[in-house]
């Protein structure tokens, strides 16, 4: 009977198009604390399961709808306007109704023309840094492209320039190669997408070295850097931000595995002093105690 009361309550919520998450929530803790969320076995019913799967998807997207407007609330608030894009699309994919972000649409709308970012940069200038960065960094994206093709492209390239993501400068790059733009800020953004190509498999390096914790793969992973091309061994070239953190990693595992291997050297050392002087002893109850260490 709990069990049905419960399934039934469930479509009824599930059934409603403004469902509040506070109730699915109330639902899908119940259903935890009466172990129906461990698995299907747990359901006498054979729909259960696939109601309960169903109610935790609906709380899920309800949740991540929150997470997206209130997103969308503080990009809009600080005039992000690429942020505002990217919350506003999720909020799109998680059939948010339109009327929950219609005013942020209404700004986003604004963001778009030239007078009204001029304004807005006008007010905000010497007031908040936040504010005045985004609405400049909007002002020159409407200046690029009011300009042309061209502009756009080197402006979204200079952006880049302190990237880590590869396919988002290929992708600016192919566009640059395709309108054969000669601009110096090209082959900048280009060698970065190298180096971090190049740099990549050697975190993964470094990563698989410290996590087996052996000291003389560590040893030659870290050798094999430090010793090649001046360009590589030099850590300001290092345009891959991982390659710098994973290789602090396997510098400070190396010396803990250093350090333990030291003690460990020591205590032998100890042991074997302590077996040397006990060759003419004869206590054997010492000499017992020290075998059994051995």
């Known amino acids: 009977k709990e069990e049905t009361a419960l399934i039934e309550e469930m479509q009824s919520v599930v059934k409603v198009e403004n469902a509040k998450r506070a ?166 953004i280009r060698s970065r997408a190298d180096e971090i190509e190049r740099q990549e498999p050697i975190v993964q390096l470094l990563r698989d070295a410290t996590w087996s914790r052996n000291r003389e793969k560590i040893q030659q992973v870290l050798y094999d850097l430090e010793t090649s091309e001046a360009r590589l061994a030099n850590p300001d070239n290092w345009k891959c931000n991982d390659l710098a953190r994973a290789y602090s990693s396997a510098k400070k595992c190396l010396e803990e595995l250093e350090q333990a291997q030291a003690h460990l050297e020591d205590h032998e050392q100890e042991f074997l002093s302590r077996l040397e002087a006990l060759k003419h002893s004869t206590d054997a109850e010492e000499i017992d105690d020290a075998l059994e260490q051995a």
């Open 23 to 188: 109730r699915l929530e109330e639902l899908c803790k119940n259903c935890e604390a009466g172990k129906w969320a461990k698995g299907s076995e747990y359901w006498i019913r054979k729909d259960g399961w696939t109601i309960w799967e169903h109610c935790k998807d609906r709380r899920d997207k309800l949740w991540k709808s929150d997470v997206a407007l209130v997103r969308l609330k503080g990009a809009t608030e600080a005039y992000d306007v690429e942020e505002m894009e990217a919350a506003y699309l999720t909020c799109c994919e998680l059939g948010v109704p339109p009327s929950e972000f219609e005013e942020y649409n209404k700004a986003f709308t604004q963001l778009q023309r030239l007078h009204s970012v001029r304004d807005l940069l006008s007010k905000w200038k010497h007031r908040d840094s936040v504010r005045s960065g985004n609405l400049q960094k909007q002002l020159e994206y409407l200046l690029a492209k009011e300009a042309g093709m061209e502009s756009m492209i080197v402006l979204q390239l200079t952006r880049l320039k302190n990237s880590q993501s590869v396919e988002t400068m290929r992708t600016c790059l192919r566009k640059a190669d395709r309108a054969e733009i000669r601009d110096p800020v090209v082959d900048e």
